[in-house]
């Protein structure tokens, strides 16, 4: 049989068409699309108040000395056999010491919690209910937490609670000993007082400073620009006096971002800015702008892969000013607020912007990129000019983890703080010393502003070597503030992620700056 004859053409055709063809298993999602978890976190321990505390649960006694308070959870028998153990073990009452006894009365276990802190400072009822929360995570019985004489004290017993038993762990599927989920009672004499009080301010910040912890633990392939916009405004779903504005790319391209869509521009995740506006009070609002850098491997100035992992949480800022609106809005605080998060994915795609390209911002200043992994500042230019321009703020603060050489600088411990004015500054040393997040003020000497700028553009974000990296950093986003606008920047580059537990923070994300720019807007509005 003769075989049929085909020409090379029509064969080449039909090759053509074979390599042209969609395959049938083509990628159509980003990341895999399989979701690494469908559960929440564990859940945790409920707060409930009380006049009585009950017989049969586990006892945690919050002490300011060797002496135990006056309470009635313990009968004449129980507190001779205490008082003797205190003896037995020296226990002083000092922050941040515990002494646990069983076997005392009908109590599954007692734990003394000192709360007293050194040169009569006060007690720190929150620390010492949060470091006994946290000894006692898989304790499997119900608690009851007495000592704080007052309904301040129970209600601030109970912030420490819930911060302290914070737990991330909806990923963990072959845990053996989940942690415990039975009620905690804080009992006392003033636990009506103390409900109301853990009801209207207490209890929305220890929530808002645990959906930021949530946001800056979860990993990239689930917390990038739009989903944290869907997370956060799920949270403000239905609290009142709020209004929420989201900037697709699209949107910041007309109004010439180039610097935070070029921060993004190598990842095929889209960059947002996302602007929240509490109005509760009268006057123009305080802004709060947050780096929201959901991942940052560098860009094209790829950073080394140690460590690389934490750059899921380089959206601290973002993440700490949505969860301080939060917090005052649905508290009602009598503020106002506008709050702005800067978010951008930070790749090295092949349509990643280079090093020595030069950038257009919101308000038409330029930028020569010199390292694409100085990228915060870069999304913080655009943020801070479009909210000062648009919403017309009496003061502006910025949050970031900005730089590496303020952890170098400050350690662990602190927040470092730069502002122009003394007055500023003072205020936020306030709220710090109120809210327990601490800061320490660095230099924003003028000489550095000169290290910032460009040969070709106006300034420069990175290759600064005549200034401390920290300082460099808060005068390149100084640079796109008015003169004329009381500013301040914070950078929380070495405080947002605990390598280990602290009394209120378990190890991981520490939600830092949400408790103290709560404070600062409470204690500044206009005038």
Known sequence: MTKPKISRLALLSALSALTLAAPINAQSVLGSGVPAS???????????????????????????????????????????????????????????STLELRGIGGHPLIMLAGASKPDDQGPDWKSAAGKAVQKLKTEDTELTLVGPPDAAGMAEAALGLDLGQYRFDRYQTDVETAPASQKVTLSGPQASAAQTLWNSRHKHLADSVKLTRDLQSEPANTLYPQSFVDRVSAAFKGVPNVRIEILDEAAMRKMNMGAIVGVGQGSPRGSRMMVVRYTGGSGAPLALAGKGIT???????????????????????AAAVMGATLSLAKSRAPVNIVAVAALAENMPGANAQRPGDVVRTYGGKTIEILSTDAEGRLVLADAVQYVA?????????????????????VGDQYAGLFAREDAIADRLMKAAKDSGEHLWRLPLHPAYAKAIRSDIADVKNSGVTDAPGASAGAHF???????????????????????????LTPKGASGFGVRLLDQLARDWTAE
């Open 38 to 96: 469908t559960v929440p976190n564990s859940a945790e321990r409920p707060i409930a108040f009380a006049e009585q505390a009950p017989a049969d649960a586990g006892l945690i006694i919050l002490m300011q000395s060797a002496e135990l308070p006056d309470i009635s959870a313990l009968s004449p028998a129980e507190r001779s056999a205490v008082e003797a153990a205190i003896a037995s073990a020296d226990f002083k009452g000092k922050t941040g």
């Open 295 to 317: 991942f940052d491997t560098g860009g094209i100035s790829i950073k080394p892969n140690k460590g690389m992992w934490a750059m899921k949480a380089d959206m601290s800022g």
């Open 389 to 409: 321009d648009r919403y017309k703020p009496f003061a502006l603060v910025d949050i970031a983890t900005l730089t590496g050489s303020v952890g170098r600088a």
């Open 477 to 503: 986003i100084g640079y796109f503030v008015d003169e004329s606008m009381p500013w301040a920047h914070l950078d929380i580059a070495g405080v947002d992620w605990n390598n280990s537990a602290k009394p």
